[in-house]
């Protein structure tokens, strides 16, 4: 087992809050399966 055999993606999250009201939050949640490292 090299240590690296359980990794089979990548998950990536990106949370972007405004405290300006008048701005939209957004949750972003990015899945890449199989990516090459």
Request: hydrophobic share 30%; aromatic share 10%.
């Amino acid at each position: 087992m090299d240590g690296k055999g359980w990794q089979k993606g990548k998950l990536a999250i990106e949370i972007t809050i405004y405290p300006n009201s008048n701005q939209q939050n957004n949750l972003i949640i990015e899945f890449y399966p199989n990516e090459p490292s």
